[in-house]
């Protein structure tokens, strides 16, 4: 494969790029992603509890909650996905039971 700069480096990229800039980038954005994803199956398990159990208030509330540790999740790497994964947990186990 031809190197676009005409010099072959062991390293995978560029002495004028910022290495820890795009590292620290890229850890915010998967963070984001997972957490954001998570987010989304539990607002579309939450419309569902709403539409198939007819429990639109249950489901409003779960949403609501969906957001407040959507917010946590994202204000703690440390927590991550964690926090709104125990309201899609929640949300699934009302579409079983309820």
């Not at 539990?42 to 959507?70: D, E, F, P, Q, Y």
């Amino acid at each position: 494969m031809a190197e676009s700069g005409g010099t072959s480096t062991d390293s995978a990229y560029h002495p004028d790029m910022d290495e820890e800039a795009h590292e620290t980038t890229y850890v915010s954005f998967t963070h984001f992603a997972t957490v954001g994803a998570v987010f989304v199956v539990s607002c579309v398990v939450a419309l569902a509890v709403g539409g198939v159990k007819h429990a639109w208030v249950s489901s409003l509330v779960m949403i609501l909650l969906n957001i407040v540790t959507t917010f946590i999740g994202l204000s703690s790497p440390r927590l991550a996905w964690r926090p709104p994964a125990v309201v899609l947990g929640l949300l699934l186990l009302m579409m079983v039971f309820y």
